[in-house]
């Protein structure tokens, strides 16, 4: 595992694909961020497992009850720069999130500020997209604060729906934007060296969405 770089920590709770996008980008030749521990709310979690299999450190969290002085302690002993929650269901407490104000991001399967808030993941959003007749869909990376998918929106990638989609076709072609999203923002990032200096321009919609432009940019210099 590299140290070089930016200090990345991830919150998952589920199987792990959009870390593995992380992991896979990190490994990379000329990588400017380092994964330096994953957590997750579960232990079954396979987001562990491919954490341990890349050498990251991990830890758990109890399901329940008060985590904030645990997790603030092991994002200090990590000393992450950056956190990012990828698949992760619980709210974060208000302490870390004052603690990493402006350093701590999400994913969510959805155009937001439509399809979120409080028990809207996985399918249920998906549902609740082809349930609208919404004609696009697709991830947004955010700013996380104190309530669900309310923070500062970073970047979004328009996912066209098909008139004979169902919530698992959709979330297929979602999850393969946030693959491509969620490394992308957080390298551009690590480039820019904070979420002020981001300005990503959502693309124009088309059966092939292109990377943001001022995104591609960021990623090139």
């Given at each position: 595992?590299?140290?070089a770089?930016?200090?990345?920590a991830?919150?998952a709770?589920?199987?792990?694909t959009n870390l593995q996008?992380?992991?896979?980008?990190?490994a990379?030749p000329?990588a400017?961020?380092?994964?330096?521990?994953v957590?997750s709310?579960r232990?079954?979690?396979g987001a562990?497992?491919r954490?341990?299999?890349?050498?990251?450190?991990?830890?758990?969290l109890?399901?329940?009850?008060?985590?904030?002085?645990r997790?603030?302690?092991?994002?200090?002993?990590?000393r992450?720069?950056?956190?990012v929650?990828?698949?992760?269901?619980?709210?974060?407490?208000?302490?870390?999130?004052a603690?990493?104000?402006?350093r701590?991001?999400n994913?969510?399967?959805?155009?937001l500020?439509?399809?979120?808030?409080p028990?809207?993941y996985g399918?249920?959003?998906?549902?609740?997209?082809?349930?609208?007749?919404?004609?696009?869909?697709?991830p947004?990376v955010?700013l996380?604060?104190?309530?669900?998918?309310?923070?500062?929106?970073?970047?979004?990638?328009?996912v066209p729906?098909?008139?004979?989609?169902?919530?698992?076709?959709l979330?297929a072609?979602v999850?393969?934007?946030?693959?491509r999203?969620?490394?992308?923002?957080v390298?551009?990032w690590?480039a820019?060296g904070?979420?002020a200096a981001l300005?990503f321009t959502?693309p124009a919609l088309?059966?092939?969405?292109?990377?943001p432009?001022?995104?591609?940019?960021?990623?090139?210099?």
């Amino acid at each position: 595992m590299s140290t070089a770089g930016l200090r990345v920590a991830v919150l998952a709770s589920g199987s792990g694909t959009n870390l593995q996008a992380l992991l896979d980008a990190a490994a990379a030749p000329g990588a400017r961020f380092a994964l330096v521990l994953v957590v997750s709310n579960r232990p079954e979690a396979g987001a562990l497992s491919r954490a341990t299999q890349f050498g990251v450190p991990t830890a758990t969290l109890a399901r329940e009850g008060d985590d904030a002085p645990r997790l603030l302690a092991l994002l200090a002993e990590a000393r992450a720069d950056l956190i990012v929650l990828a698949g992760y269901l619980k709210l974060v407490p208000a302490a870390v999130v004052a603690a990493y104000r402006d350093r701590m991001l999400n994913i969510h399967p959805a155009l937001l500020p439509a399809f979120g808030g409080p028990g809207m993941y996985g399918r249920r959003v998906h549902e609740a997209v082809l349930a609208s007749g919404a004609r696009v869909s697709g991830p947004t990376v955010h700013l996380v604060d104190e309530a669900f998918d309310r923070g500062r929106i970073l970047a979004q990638w328009p996912v066209p729906v098909a008139p004979d989609d169902t919530p698992e076709t959709l979330a297929a072609r979602v999850l393969e934007a946030e693959h491509r999203l969620l490394p992308a923002v957080v390298g551009a990032w690590a480039a820019l060296g904070a979420a002020a200096a981001l300005s990503f321009t959502a693309p124009a919609l088309g059966p092939a969405p292109a990377l943001p432009v001022d995104l591609a940019d960021a990623l090139t210099s």
